[in-house]
């Protein structure tokens, strides 16, 4: 029944499926986890006499109902209501139907908002019931579910109350002794309470036990892919003190406090039987490549090989370029494959990553393809993680007899709640210092009429021979008018204050050699000023950038404005990022936040309670999480459901009985799982 199309819904004709489809209903199931938005409280019922502007209901005779065309377009309906305590008069537009609905005499319900309308107070379309039937719309704490055209909450309200006797009869999804020692509703109530809450106290209950399974649902999909890394069997890879002193010793700088932290978490993981599976999280410019480029030298003199993934061939280049300037001092073979790298060179790297000849291979999706053959692949290193689907890590993890270690790195910080649930089964280090001689970026806000303010900055900076950033929100003029476009911008700087200085354009519709040529235009000293839309969030290390203009810089989220700083910032002398919003009355709480602190940490638990989780899961390209009650920041929540989560998993009990249960779970970790 559960998986039967909607069109067996009573009252659901084709028409109507169609609608409900559209909103992602099309199954049975689908229906009854249809979640309402809000609520509105219609519960409370008024005597006429003590009416008071807002949204009331009434239980009232009606007295008269007549309706007219007041004009072309426009139909009025009117009625008089009796309650005995007072009269008042109700008002429907375009709503013919409504005076022949209302039976002289009989009593119902109205429920709608008490306002003035010209010089006198009425009850302005309301929802109107048989007072003697079961009421739907109105008397009630009446769900108001997400709409699509043509179709009303009112008319979900009513197939889902044809669905009532099932929700009566549908299996736990929870084993019933959990159910009890969490003290939570069982499914049936809970499902009628949401769609047809009794009280509010029950509809907070109802909402309490759906939060506590999606996020219960969560956890359990890593903790049982924690379990599954647990089991296999990777390369053993034992501490060595004297090669830790050797690579240290040959830095051209000392290594931070978190830097040392994470290289020993993990030392200890490598050196471990079983697969380290560990996201690096260093804020911009925290030294992420060298605490990679260390595990790689321990990894390599172990005998083992390390694949280097980067999103970008400029930025894989770069890296190319740092770790061989790292490591082959050290006499650790660097070596760079990407899909730009010449036919015959890259035959004979493959060879020589195939006979071990290469310690260290450096690329994009180039190292994932099936032809690339590593002779021991120890280690696999993913810069931005987020940019890799899944199935691609997993392509790349299944080369070698033994499962390699991994190492995941991220410049954007992932806030703690997060951590728990969409990366439960990585182990996690956290860089949160800068390197020495790094100066925290000044940022602030400025306001569209004084950007010239801003120009008259970068061009002070040019003048030292530093380079700068313009990021505008959309490649070309769109309906918006207000939105600074990044072809209009360049044409009108290249023109004006800034034709006497030499400029760039990137943006991602141009094609991939074109994007590398002005990006190594603008690393190489070439340009003075890029450009660019958030194309460059990503990007190279060009430490000679010293400032950055933010364009519409509302439209962005913290994390997305606080990567894109982090273009600038990157060398020894003070940077500044200036964000500018579409009009002087759009500065956000968001914008707000990132001028007062450059801490990529606190930023992100910021952007979590601003913009939910759906920004930062996103861009993880796991698709969307589904959630409709829980809360990822209420920390009570998610330790509760990660203990039970932990127990369930220790103790071997089997959900496999509960279908619907175990599906989420199986999808979670299919999104989530790394290996």
């Not at 009625?79 to 409504?98: E, I």
């Not at 048989?130 to 699509?148: D, E, F, K, L, N």
């Not at 190594?520 to 969030?537: H, N, P, S």
């Not at 933010?550 to 940077?575: D, K, M, N, P, T």
């Amino acid at each position: 029944m559960l998986e039967a199309p909607v069109s067996t819904v009573k009252g659901v004709g084709a028409v109507l499926a169609d609608k409900l489809a559209a909103l992602g209903c099309k199954t049975v199931r689908d229906l009854l986890y249809f979640f309402p938005r809000r609520y509105e409280d219609f519960s409370h019922i008024t005597p006429i006499a003590s009416l008071t502007p807002g949204k009331v209901t009434v239980k009232a005779t009606v007295e008269s109902a007549t309706g007219r065309h007041i004009r072309r377009g426009l139909h009025i309906t009117e009625a008089v209501l009796n309650d005995g305590s007072a009269k008042v008069r109700a008002v429907w537009f375009n709503q013919k139907y409504r005076a022949a609905q209302l039976v002289k005499g009989d009593e119902y319900f109205f429920s709608g908002v008490y306002d003035l309308q010209r010089n006198r107070y009425v009850l302005q379309n309301p929802a109107t019931e048989q007072a003697a039937g079961a009421g739907v719309s109105t008397a009630r704490i009446v769900p108001i579910y997400r709409m699509v055209v043509g179709l009303k909450s009112n008319q979900i309200r009513k197939v889902m109350h044809e669905l009532l006797p099932l929700m009566a009869m549908l299996p736990e999804t929870l084993p019933p002794q959990l159910v009890a020692n969490q003290k939570l509703l069982n499914i049936n109530d809970t499902l009628r309470e949401i769609h047809f809450p009794t009280t509010s106290q029950r509809l907070t209950e109802a909402q309490n036990r759906i939060s506590f399974e999606e996020v219960l649902t969560l956890m359990l999909a890593s903790a049982y892919n924690k379990k599954d890394i647990a089991s296999l069997t990777g390369w053993e890879v034992p501490f060595n003190a004297a090669t830790a002193k050797q690579f240290t010793s040959a830095l051209p700088f000392a290594l931070t406090n978190a830097q040392r932290g994470a290289v020993w978490e993990i030392c200890q993981d490598i050196a471990g039987a079983s697969p380290m599976n560990r996201l690096l999280q260093g804020d911009v410019g925290s030294g992420k490549t060298a605490v990679a480029a260390m595990t790689a030298f321990m990894v390599a003199k172990a005998g083992l090989q390390t694949a280097f993934m980067a999103p970008t061939e400029i930025l894989a280049t770069q890296h190319a370029q740092s770790l061989a300037n790292l490591l082959e001092p050290m006499g650790v073979r660097v070596a760079l494959l990407v899909g730009s790298t010449k036919p015959k060179a890259k035959e004979a790297t493959k060879l020589h990553v195939a006979h071990g000849d290469v310690d260290v291979v450096v690329g994009t999706h180039a190292l994932i393809q099936k032809d690339n053959v590593f002779k021991k692949l120890g280690l696999v290193v993913i810069d931005e993680q987020h940019r890799f689907g899944v199935a691609q890590r997993a392509e790349l993890l299944q080369q070698g007899a033994r499962m390699p270690h991994l190492l995941s790195m991220t410049a954007t910080p992932i806030p703690r709640s997060l951590q728990l649930t969409v990366y439960g089964e990585l182990e996690v280090s956290i860089l949160n210092e800068l390197p020495k001689g790094r100066q925290p970026i000044a940022t602030k806000v400025v306001s569209p009429l004084a950007r010239h303010t801003v120009y008259t900055h970068i061009d002070a900076e040019i003048a030292k021979g530093r380079q700068a950033y313009v990021v505008c929100p959309v490649v070309a003029d769109s309906k918006d008018a207000e939105l600074k476009s990044v072809e209009a911008e360049h044409e009108r700087l290249t023109k004006s204050i800034f034709k006497h200085r030499r400029l760039g354009l990137l943006h991602g519709q141009l094609k991939a050699d074109e994007k590398e040529r002005v990006m190594r235009a603008f690393k190489d000293k070439k340009l003075d000023l890029l450009i660019c839309t958030t194309v460059i969030e990503v990007g190279v290390d060009v430490p000679n950038a010293t400032v950055m203009a933010i364009e519409g810089a509302e439209r962005f989220g913290l994390a997305q404005l606080h990567q894109l700083r982090g273009r600038v910032g990157r060398g020894s002398e003070q940077s500044y990022c200036y964000l500018i919003p579409t009009t002087a009355e759009s500065v956000s709480q968001r914008l707000r936040e990132l001028e007062k602190s450059t801490d990529g940490f606190y930023l992100a638990e910021a952007d979590l309670k601003l913009r939910g989780p759906g920004e930062i899961y996103g861009r993880a390209q796991h698709g969307e999480l589904n959630l409709s009650f829980a809360n990822l920041a209420d920390t009570k929540l998610l330790k509760k459901a990660r203990d039970v989560a932990t127990k369930i998993v220790a103790t071997d009990v089997s959900l496999v009985k509960y279908k619907q249960l175990w599906q989420q779970i199986n999808r979670y970790r299919r999104l989530t799982k790394l290996n």
